[in-house]
């Protein structure tokens, strides 16, 4: 094994930043990651510079089991992921290490509200 996993420290948020899908600035994760109470964790692969590569390497798998680690230390049932429908190499990755797809067996939809949404919804409250 190559790399090293270890959990994130605020000066990796700029590299999280950059790698995950979502509109975070490396500021809104330092400040919502490293708080007296922070909203997530996060976990990084340290992988020398002649090992990186797509896949190949175990640290997908490597980072998959530290989380389960990490949640069942903390007593969590269950771990659940998102999973974009295209990404079949993902899917065959999660269903081979037992991950059921509650998308067929359950029906489940993911529901977001984000932007004028979610300030629509946060508005209604006042009037309640």
Same mark, same amino acid.
């Given at each position: 094994m190559h790399f090293k996993i270890r959990p994130a420290k605020k000066e990796d948020c700029k590299e999280i930043s950059r790698l995950i899908m979502v509109s975070r600035s490396n500021v809104e994760l330092e400040r919502d990651g490293f708080c007296e109470n922070p909203f997530f964790q996060c976990l990084v692969a340290e992988v020398p510079e002649e090992h990186k590569s797509k896949e190949g390497n175990g640290i997908g798998k490597g980072l998959l089991c530290k989380v389960a680690? #990490?949640?069942?230390?903390?007593?969590?049932? +269950?771990?659940?992921?998102?999973? =974009? &429908?295209?990404?079949?190499?993902?899917?065959?990755?999660y269903a081979a290490k037992?991950?059921?797809?509650?998308? #067929?067996?359950?029906?489940?939809?993911?529901? +977001?509200?984000?932007?004028?949404? =979610? &300030?629509?919804?946060?508005?209604?409250?006042?009037?309640i």
């Open positions: 680690e #990490v949640g069942k230390k903390k007593e969590c049932v +269950r771990l659940q992921l998102s999973v =974009l &429908d295209w990404n079949t190499p993902s899917r065959d990755f037992g991950a059921q797809d509650l998308t #067929v067996s359950e029906g489940w939809h993911a529901i +977001r509200f984000d932007g004028q949404s =979610l &300030d629509n919804l946060a508005n209604e409250a006042a009037k």
